[in-house]
Structure formats: structure tokens, C-alpha cells
């Protein structure tokens, strides 16, 4: 087997730990365009649901970002 793409490598990554952010898929996975290899993970039939969280910066401002994680799984 090849080289894996980045959609399998953000799939991985959800089965093993139980979910994924930008954050997590940049400094991990070097995936730079998460909301995109979502839309590949879900184009081929994976069922993948979007929570949205909150959080404040280093600066004091709420940053929201999405949390995916794999639905019945």
C-alpha cells in the first residue's frame, strides 16, 4: 500500500483519539485545510458531525472552532 492521503490520515486520527480540530489536524498531521478533507470524508459516505466549541485567546477573545467527530462509531 502507497503513501496515505490526508483524508486517511484524518480519519485515523478521529478512530484514535475520538475527534478532531484544526488545531489538532495542523500540528499533528500537517493538514493545513481540515474543513476539506471533511467534505472528502464525507463525499465518500462517512458520517461525520460537526460540533462547534468555544474558547478564549491569549488576547482575552472568544475564538469558536468546530470539533468533528465519526457518528456511530
Not at 480540530?21 to 463525499?43: M, P
Amino acid at each position: 500500500m502507497g503513501k496515505k492521503t490526508q483524508a486517511e490520515r484524518v480519519l485515523e486520527y478521529i478512530k484514535k483519539f475520538g475527534s478532531i480540530t484544526t488545531l489538532d489536524a495542523f500540528k499533528d498531521l500537517g493538514v493545513t485545510r481540515l474543513s476539506a478533507r471533511i467534505f472528502e470524508l464525507r463525499n465518500q459516505g462517512y458520517n461525520l458531525e460537526t460540533n462547534y466549541e468555544s474558547r478564549k485567546n491569549r488576547f482575552g477573545e472568544t475564538c469558536i472552532y468546530a470539533r468533528y467527530t465519526l457518528k456511530g462509531d
